[in-house]
């Protein structure tokens, strides 16, 4: 079964900052991977997925994130953190190749901006 | 455009007491539908998923239940809650079929937070 670690339940960066935030995938077929990002009381919101065509994905809000399959990582990045990036994060795993495709999450990361 | 509404927002619910959340989805046909719990400082846990009318498969072995009455509908019920039944609720949708890219992509309601005391 398919399932993903997010090293790192707390992140704080600077205001203007490189965000990194890491996320190890483990799935026995090639993997979807996605982030998802939560603000405060609110449902997810899709970020970016990965769905093999390219290894370097790019998202919404200036996010990006690199499938390294040597690694099984999948961490999502921004080059300069934003005061309105404060949100949880998760990464989620399902499999290619199922029947059904069942989205398994991490237990997320918090990502505290500071002025 | 497609839109989920989930309801009622937050609920405080005292042990033993039944429950209803409610999930429906706009603008599209046959949707897969999702319900996850998030707990504090656990992620999210699918709880049941469903394929079609009255179609439930349910993930983990617990207090709640859930149906789907019709296509765009979800419902999440219990019949007598307890403390551990406290958490944030999201109801999930995805298009049936995966498109283009092959992945089945989730967009998720606003959550319901249930409070059981």
């Known amino acids: 079964a398919q399932s993903v670690t997010q090293l790192g339940s707390h992140v704080s960066v600077s205001e203007g900052a490189l965000v990194l935030l890491r996320c190890n995938y483990s799935s026995s077929v090639p993997p979807y991977l996605f982030w998802y990002v939560q603000y405060p009381n609110q449902g997810l919101q899709l970020l970016l997925k990965y769905t093999s065509a390219a290894t370097l994905v790019k998202g919404i809000n200036g996010f990006e994130a690199e499938f390294k399959k040597s690694e099984t990582s999948f961490h999502l990045t921004k080059p300069s953190a934003h005061m309105s990036d404060a949100a949880e994060y998760f990464c989620a795993v399902s499999e290619m190749n199922t029947g059904f495709q069942k989205l398994v999450f991490g237990t997320g990361t918090r990502l505290l901006v500071s002025p | 455009s497609q839109t989920i509404h989930q309801w009622p927002a937050t609920l405080v619910q005292p042990v033993g007491s039944p429950l209803s959340l409610e999930c429906t989805v706009e603008g599209t046909s046959n949707p897969n539908l999702y319900w996850y719990r998030q707990a504090a400082g656990r992620g999210l846990q699918l709880l049941f998923y469903?394929?079609?009318?009255?179609?439930i498969s349910s993930e983990v072995p617990q207090n709640l239940s859930a149906s789907r009455p019709q296509d765009r509908q979800f419902i999440l019920s219990s019949k007598k809650l307890l403390l551990s039944d406290s958490g944030f609720y999201l109801c999930?949708?995805?298009?049936?079929?995966?498109?283009?890219?092959?992945?089945?992509?989730?967009?998720f309601g606003a959550g319901s937070r249930l409070t059981v005391l």
């Open positions: 469903s394929v079609g009318i009255g179609q």
């Open positions: 999930a949708w995805s298009p049936r079929g995966t498109g283009s890219s092959g992945a089945n992509v989730l967009t």
